[in-house]
């Protein structure tokens, strides 16, 4: 998907240098769209911003400290006077049952998957406010949707997103601002191997990994068409959402999943390994 109608729009994508936020960061520029790219890894973002066709302005932020998060907004304003697009693609993980999880582990993910994320849409909605516009897009996760054993806290985060982005898409409409969500399985990333060698949840690999790549076109196509929510593959987005509403269902098919994700998980790290 292109679009003329993104030319020159100024857009913040954190985590820039994450499998999923280079794709979105790679497509935004195909399409015009003058970027600020931010994340904890400089190195890697000035990395990319060399593979860009417009020069982008890079800036090292930490969600997690709100003075970086309002640093970033303050110097994307004194250069561009405006924040059009904001879109949020951090998140972290640490995999285990919840009763083996450390504090330190849970508030770290929510920290980062929840509270990052809060802070980064706090600061820009007083800017698209005053632009009377403005588009928010969040990369959430199917288990935003969807239970996911070994992940809970993580899961835990991502259905805050989706609640987050379902009642801002409500409360800023008056403003023009469109807030979407996107929930994608599995995704073909570091951080996918990063589960599978750390005890990532079985259920995470019961279906193919998505490309990231796909992950990025339906980013695109949220913010051209104002979608509240967007899923891929877009058939388990809609099975997910049908099966929580059987929760004694969602408990019997369960297990079932997990064995045939536990074989696939396996699969995945022979595959890594050859």
Not at 59 to 69: E, M, P, S, Y
Not at 149 to 161: E, G, H, V
Not at 257 to 265: L, P, Q, T
Request: hydrophobic fraction near 40%; glycine fraction near 6%.
């Amino acid at each position: 998907m292109k679009s003329n109608l993104l030319k020159d729009k100024i857009a913040i994508v954190t985590g820039a240098s994450g499998g999923i936020g280079q794709e979105i960061v790679k497509l935004l520029d195909q399409n015009g769209i003058r970027l600020v790219i931010t994340d904890i890894d400089e190195e890697r973002l000035n990395e990319i911003g060399k593979e860009l066709s417009q020069e982008p302005l890079t800036i090292q932020c930490d969600i997690t400290k709100l003075d970086q998060v309002k640093n970033l907004i303050s110097q994307t304003l004194e250069k561009y006077e405006t924040i059009d697009i904001l879109i949020n693609t951090v998140g972290t993980i640490v995999p285990a049952l919840f009763e083996d999880a450390t504090y330190k582990d849970i508030e770290k993910q929510i920290s980062v998957n929840l509270m990052g994320i809060i802070r980064c849409i706090k600061e820009v909605i007083p800017v698209m406010k005053k632009a009377g516009k403005g588009n928010i897009v969040t990369i959430s996760s199917l288990a935003g949707i969807v239970t996911e054993t070994y992940s809970s806290i993580y899961t835990a985060t991502k259905f805050a997103l989706r609640g987050l982005g379902f009642t801002l898409n409500l409360e800023l409409k008056k403003y023009n601002i469109a807030v979407s969500t996107i929930f994608p399985d599995s995704v073909d990333t570091p951080m996918l191997e990063f589960e599978a060698k750390h005890g990532g949840s079985p259920l995470t690999f019961r279906a193919e990994p998505v490309k990231p790549e796909k992950v990025a076109k339906l980013v695109l196509k949220a913010i051209v068409k104002k979608k509240v929510e967007l899923y891929i593959p877009r058939s388990e987005g809609i099975l997910s959402k049908f099966i929580m509403c059987f929760p004694k269902v969602v408990q019997k098919l369960w297990p079932r999943f997990e064995r045939k994700g536990e074989k696939k998980k396996e699969e995945f790290i022979r595959n890594l390994e050859n």
